[in-house]
């Protein structure tokens, strides 16, 4: 039997529970994106901090990613899983605490270790792409990535339905149920059935150098950096911009919902355009999308104009991000994934925190306005880079094993 036989036998399965996990786990982190910046404003030092626990979260995720990939090289992707939830139920607890005696450095540890279990969480999609045949890889990712519709209702509802429970302590009985849905995901990801690292994954393949000298990765790692960066920019200030605009926190946790739901939607079918269109095509597509959805918010402040904003977002970035991610899968041999995928989100969520760093103080500062014009600098430079890949003449070839 061949090495790769034992997770295929067991691939229905495994992408049935990794879809399942992403849907806890992305409700896990939609809880910390809907309070954080609220709880920030009301026990930050300064309003320029508020969206500091956001910000302390996407550099949980940078910090976190090499890591879990050196634990999913060594001990195998089940083991690394495990370690994230345990952060998951941290987050929780931690930001309980933190609600209750008001302190904002605790929020923000919590919002650290909620950091680190989305670092974990988003090595799902790659996870899923191992367990099918090369051409079933983007249809296997986008379904694990759909996952996260479910996030998209149970996140918000998870706070509109428990933030009140404990009228002293605003959002404690949220925090609470954020720790129970991280365990909910661990019991389904020991589960998950997937071989152990041979001894030439272990090893690593080729030097990272000559992987990162790849044309192709340089744009992989460029248009997934940039789709996140752009969409944790404004999704980060919008909640905080909306209880500005005096605009009530229901309608808030809904918009957010929306986006959420819009982010992982379109995974039931990205995954076949991909394979129809290409990559590159559908990553140009979602970022004209997210372009659009910067010339929403730019048209008012009312709850209509935040919502559509943040739908065209969450569309934008599915089409963009996933197809970055089918990029990345054909810049590598089978025994460097864990390295190349892991340096690849390490990169993307570097860069994702130096724009969260900037969102709330651009926001305090200026304005919701200056937000949205501030993201179409990124944006114009990865269309540029996106339709010269576009036009080549064949597609980024995958390397030889």
């Not at 979260?57 to 890591?67: K, N, S």
């Not at 089409?319 to 990029?327: K, L, Y």
């Not at 926001?363 to 576009?390: E, F, H, K, N, R």
């Amino acid at each position: 039997m061949s090495i790769a036989a034992p997770h295929l036998r067991y691939a229905r399965s495994n992408i049935a529970r990794l879809a399942i996990a992403q849907a806890l786990a992305g409700a896990n982190s939609v809880v910390l994106f809907a309070t954080g910046a609220i709880l920030g404003h009301e026990l930050a030092p300064s309003p320029a901090l508020a969206t500091l626990p956001i910000s302390i979260f996407v550099v949980g995720m940078a910090a976190f990613i090499l890591p879990a990939g050196a634990v999913a090289r060594r001990h195998g992707r089940r083991t690394a899983f495990l370690l994230g939830t345990v952060c998951g139920v941290l987050v929780g607890l931690l930001s309980m605490l933190a609600v209750m005696l008001g302190s904002f450095w605790l929020l923000c540890l919590g919002a650290f270790f909620g950091g680190a279990y989305a670092a974990v969480v988003q090595s799902f999609r790659f996870a899923a792409a191992d367990c099918v045949e090369p051409d079933r890889r983007p249809q296997a990712l986008s379904i694990v990535m759909a996952g996260g519709v479910v996030a998209g209702v149970l996140g918000p509802q998870l706070v509109t339905l428990t933030m009140d429970l404990w009228p002293a302590h605003m959002f404690a009985a949220t925090f609470i149920a954020q720790s129970i849905v991280a365990l909910l995901s661990a019991a389904v990801l020991a589960g998950v059935r997937l071989p152990l690292p041979t001894a030439e994954e272990i090893a690593g393949g080729r030097p990272i150098a000559a992987i990162v000298r790849q044309p192709g990765f340089a744009v992989a790692v460029m248009c997934g950096a940039v789709s996140y960066m752009v969409m944790n920019f404004l999704m980060t200030a919008a909640p905080l911009a909306m209880r500005l605009c005096g605009h009530s926190q229901a309608s808030s946790n809904l918009g957010l919902q929306w986006h959420i739901i819009a982010m992982y939607g379109p995974s039931f079918f990205t995954g076949r355009l991909i394979t129809r269109f290409g990559a590159a095509r559908v990553a140009i597509v979602g970022f004209a999308l997210i372009g659009m959805a910067v010339v929403a918010g730019l048209r008012g402040i009312a709850v209509a104009d935040f919502w559509l904003t943040l739908i065209l977002l969450g569309i934008g970035w599915n089409f963009s991000f996933v197809g970055a991610s089918t990029m990345v899968l054909d810049c590598h041999r089978p025994e460097e994934k864990a390295q190349v995928q892991s340096l690849n989100d390490f990169i993307i969520f570097g860069l994702m925190a130096v724009g969260s760093f900037t969102s709330g103080e651009l926001l305090t500062l200026y304005g919701w306005d200056m937000v949205l014009w501030v993201s179409t600098g990124p944006l114009a430079m990865v269309v540029l880079a996106l339709i010269v890949v576009a036009l080549r003449p064949a597609p980024l070839a995958r390397p030889a094993p």
